[in-house]
C-alpha cells in the first residue's frame, strides 16, 4: 500500500517543488522526514529531545543536521533566504483524552509547546509550514485566533486517516499555510474506504480485538468501561486507531 504523504498536496507553482529543504522538529524517528524525502525533499535539519528517538533519524538521514536539545530554543540554526518547509508535532501524549489522569502543569507545558511553534512559524517565515497534533481544544483556540488575525499564513483542518486511504481510523490536527490546508480538505478520497482485509489478504482471525477496556468520556473524560461488542471488530472495516500502548491483536 502506497500512503499519502503532505507533501503530495502542495502545489509547484507556489515555490514547492523537488528538493524543497525541510525542517523537522519534534522529529522522533522521523516519519515526517521519511515522507519529505520519499516526495522528493531535502531534510536539512532535525530535532528532538530524545536521543535515541534522534539516533535512529540519524541513521536513515546521514545528509542532516541533527541537534538533541530540549524546545522551545530561540537559537536553532533555520534557513534565512529561499523555498523551505517547517514542519513541527510537538508532544501530543498530555493534551491526549486518552491520558486523563495528569497534571495541570504537564498539560500547560504541552499548550505552551504548540504556542511556542505558532510563534516560530510567524517569526521565522518558512516558504511553507505545517504542524500534527491531536485534537485538543486548547491548540484550535489558538489556531482559530491565529487564522483570524493572519489569515494568509494560518489555516487547520480535523482529519481522519480513514479518509485518506489509510486503513485505520486516527484523528489529528493538521495546521499549516492555507494552500496545502485547502488542498488537504479538497482531496478527501471518494473512494471505498480501505478495511484490514484489503493490506492483509489472508488474516489470521477474521476479527480484531482491542485492549482498550476503559476509555474517558467525550465531555467529562471520566473513565467508563467499553463494553466488549465495542473491543471487537470485523476485518472487513478499518482497523482501530492503534496505539503505542494498546496495539490492536
Keep these: 500500500m502506497r500512503q499519502t504523504n503532505l507533501f503530495s498536496f502542495s502545489n509547484t507553482s507556489l515555490g514547492l517543488g523537488p528538493n524543497t529543504r525541510v525542517v523537522d522538529l519534534f522529529c522522533g524517528i522521523g516519519g515526517f522526514s521519511c515522507g519529505a524525502q520519499k516526495a522528493g525533499h531535502r531534510v536539512v535539519l532535525a530535532v528532538d529531545s530524545d536521543p535515541f528517538l534522534l539516533g535512529c533519524h540519524v ?17 536553532l540554526p533555520l534557513p534565512t533566504e529561499g523555498i523551505w518547509h517547517l514542519h513541527g508535532s510537538p508532544p501530543c501524549q498530555r493534551l491526549s483524552i486518552m491520558q486523563p489522569h495528569q497534571y495541570k502543569e504537564d498539560r500547560q507545558h504541552a499548550v505552551d509547546l504548540v ?29 482559530e485566533e491565529l487564522k483570524r488575525r493572519h489569515p494568509l499564513m494560518f489555516d487547520w483542518v480535523v482529519v481522519d486517516a480513514v479518509d485518506y486511504q489509510v486503513p485505520q481510523h486516527r484523528k489529528r490536527i493538521i495546521a499549516g499555510s492555507p494552500f496545502l490546508i485547502a488542498s488537504l ?48 471488530r470485523t476485518v472487513d472495516k478499518p482497523c482501530y486507531t492503534i496505539l503505542s500502548t494498546g496495539c490492536v491483536s
Design 185 to 232: 480538505r479538497s482531496s478527501v478520497s471518494r473512494k471505498r474506504k480501505l478495511c484490514v482485509r484489503d493490506v492483509i489478504p489472508d488474516p489470521p482471525r477474521p476479527f480484531i480485538r482491542n485492549s482498550l477496556y476503559s476509555r474517558p468520556d467525550e465531555k467529562t473524560h471520566e473513565l467508563k468501561e467499553v463494553p466488549l461488542k465495542d473491543q471487537i
Design 59 to 75: 541513521r536513515n538521514n546521514t545528509d542532516c543536521e541533527h541537534i538533541c536539545c530540549e524546545l522551545p530554543r530561540d537559537d
Design 115 to 143: 504556542a511556542w511553534f505558532f510563534s516560530l512559524v510567524k517569526s521565522s517565515k518558512p516558504t511553507s509550514w505545517s504542524m500534527e497534533q491531536v485534537n485538543h481544544k486548547a491548540v484550535r483556540a489558538q489556531l
